[in-house]
């Protein structure tokens, strides 16, 4: 990976919230977020979505990250940072907590990391969403809109980076999980790639893709 992965399309927004300048990533593209700002230690990401055209028993989405070695597999089962596990041991990623059911605007749910803590041998960083028990309730991604994941400096509190998510989902009609995109280590500095792939497999498949064993 180069030094800087920043494309030529992408684009500097402006945050509405607090007028302040964000890098807006779009599908496919990286930033390269040490080079954004240099102070950053602390991270936060959050992660929100919309769910539309469901008067009852809307679909209940979670958030689960996977710490990736070189291989792109995890080392072991607390890795995998999800609903039942929401700190891996050394408290370098914690996911705090799960949102049910996706109401009200800015983030659903939230995971803070500590760049300085995350083990060396650890190269990336998937962040995935996916729907609760989709294939008993016969639900898929056609229902959600709007989903977005953003980068924050949780030491200064100022939002980094946005990738939005939304027309993608109509090219898999039956997608019950997507892997959002991937933060990963490249010498001194860390990237984000804004990823997008969709699975009809659910948690389970991109788990299993990952070394994780799933039950159910």
């Known amino acids: 990976m180069s030094d800087v992965k920043i494309t030529t399309t992408a684009q500097i927004v402006v945050n509405p919230e607090d007028g302040k300048s964000v890098f807006q990533l779009k599908r ?11 102070s950053l230690r602390h991270m936060m990401v959050g992660i929100g979505w919309d769910v539309v055209g469901f008067e009852s028993d809307a679909p209940d989405l979670d958030v689960s990250i996977f710490l990736l070695d070189k291989n792109e597999k995890t080392r072991v089962d607390e ?3 999800f609903y039942n596990n929401l700190k891996t041991p050394d408290s370098s990623v914690e996911h705090m907590g799960d949102n049910r059911t ?3 605007d800015g983030d659903d749910e939230n995971i803070r990391i500590n760049l300085e803590v995350l083990p060396y041998e650890i190269f990336r960083v998937a962040f995935t ?3 609760y028990e989709a294939e008993l309730r016969n639900q898929t991604f056609q229902g959600v809109r709007n989903v977005f994941l953003r980068i924050v400096n949780d ?16 090219e898999l009609p039956n997608a ?3 892997t959002v995109g991937h933060l990963e280590r490249s010498g001194p500095n860390w990237f984000f790639e804004g990823t997008g792939a969709l699975t009809a497999g659910g948690l ?5 893709n990952y070394g994780i064993l799933i039950a159910h």
């Open 28 to 38: 496919g593209e990286q930033a390269n977020l040490t080079r954004l700002d240099p």
């Open 129 to 131: 969403i996916s729907i």
């Open 79 to 81: 890795d995998f940072v």
């Open 176 to 178: 019950t999980a997507v």
């Open 204 to 208: 389970k498949e991109i788990a299993t």
């Open 155 to 170: 030491e200064t509190g100022i939002e980094l980076m946005r990738f939005n998510l939304d027309a993608e989902f109509a």
């Open 102 to 104: 996706g109401a009200g």
